[in-house]
């Protein structure tokens, strides 16, 4: 009865996005749109094959799959009827066709060129209308089910990099633990990492994404983790960075800094406060702090079936946060040559504040 409830939650929910996306068709002028991001598609129908299109028009949703997806595309979607194609672009054509479309949108982001001309030219009589971020904005405001698998997803990740510090001393390299720390991932039920993990130690840690190499840690190292777990497609993202057994006073106050910028900002967060109000709380008292020029990148971004989506927390940012949104919050302070500092926390905000869903704790820890 529980699994019976659970499946009927999912597609009650993947009703409720595709009705969202169709209440958006007036405002892009368009009789439908197609969709090809992985995340989106998954999203809106629970497929998670690798390749595929999906049609969602004012009275039918469609999904085209090749012969290798069929069977599952069954048993995940709801809600889409589904459609084989042995090419795509034909199969796209062929639907547009049938159904008499004038005006269609196209996710451009995610289609190549030469697939996107053929169609084009095959469709002759109707108007493609190319739509960037409008689709993956779809999915900025996360659901209770997607809450509940993000907050899964950082437990994992939590319990991952737990078991891997105690391997971490000087000796061992950024490779090595690297291995250890995806192995735990596995161990605790990942299906993936979230990304390339970044372990970083030493002058690598003023490298924002620097890539694991044979360097061996040394005593009075920085030492730069960022890493995250995947739950049912849905991503944690965290960085922790460590002091290896000992800490000279200039770390302790830089790492002190970049620890209050992540602090206030955190604090800040909730809705209705603009995305670029989070970055400026950041860069100014990392600024204010005198290393305002080794601050080289954006305070945040948004995480849920992909590690990196809307909405961008920068200084030219144009979003709002709104209630059910998740960001992540990530000064750092890279001094080259030397070493650098990076805090990261992932964050659901809520009307008058947010809770942190990443779990490791965030003051200096030497291991």
């Not at 049912?232 to 965290?238: A, N, Q, R």
């Not at 602090?263 to 909730?270: E, H, L």
């Amino acid at each position: 009865m529980d699994y019976e409830r659970k499946e009927s939650s999912e597609s009650s929910a993947r009703e409720s996005r595709i009705e969202r996306v169709r209440s958006m068709l007036p405002g892009f002028d368009v009789e439908g749109i197609f969709f090809f991001e992985e995340a989106n598609i998954r999203y809106l129908t629970g497929f998670a094959g690798s390749d595929g299109a999906l049609f969602v028009g004012g009275e039918r949703t469609l999904l085209l799959v090749d012969g290798r997806y069929t069977t599952q595309a069954k048993a995940e979607t709801t809600g889409c009827d589904i459609i084989k194609f042995s090419d795509r672009t034909e199969g796209m054509a062929g639907t547009i066709s049938d159904l008499r479309l004038k005006r269609v949108g196209i996710e451009s982001p995610s289609i190549d060129l030469n697939s996107y001309l053929k169609l084009r030219d095959r469709v002759e009589n109707t108007s493609l209308k190319p739509l960037s971020g409008e689709t993956e904005r779809v999915r900025m405001i996360k659901d209770g089910g997607e809450a509940s698998l993000l907050r899964k997803a950082a437990i994992m990740a939590a319990r991952a990099l737990g078991e891997t510090l105690g391997h971490i001393r000087p000796g061992i390299t950024e490779r090595d633990i690297t291995s250890i720390l995806e192995m735990k991932m596995r161990e605790v039920g990942s299906e993936k990492p979230s990304f390339e993990t970044i372990v970083a130690s030493g002058a690598n840690t003023a490298l924002p994404h620097a890539v694991p190499g044979p360097r061996e840690i040394q005593d009075g190292d920085f030492l730069v983790i960022d890493y995250g777990t995947v739950c049912k497609g849905y991503h944690s993202d965290e960085t922790c960075t460590f002091a290896i057994r000992s800490v000279t006073e200039k770390q302790a106050a830089v790492y002190a800094i970049v620890k209050d910028a992540h602090d206030k900002a955190v604090d800040a967060v909730k809705a209705g406060i603009a995305c670029r109000d989070i970055d400026g709380i950041a860069r100014k008292y990392i600024g204010d702090a005198g290393y305002g020029e080794y601050f080289s990148h954006g305070t945040g971004h948004g995480v849920g079936l992909n590690v990196h989506e809307p909405p961008a927390v920068f200084e030219r940012a144009e979003d709002v946060l709104e209630e059910g949104m998740v960001i992540t919050v990530e000064p750092g302070v890279y001094i080259p040559g030397l070493w650098g500092v990076r805090i990261e926390d992932t964050v659901m905000v809520e009307k008058d504040g947010c809770e942190i869903l990443t779990k490791m704790p965030k003051d200096l820890r030497i291991l």
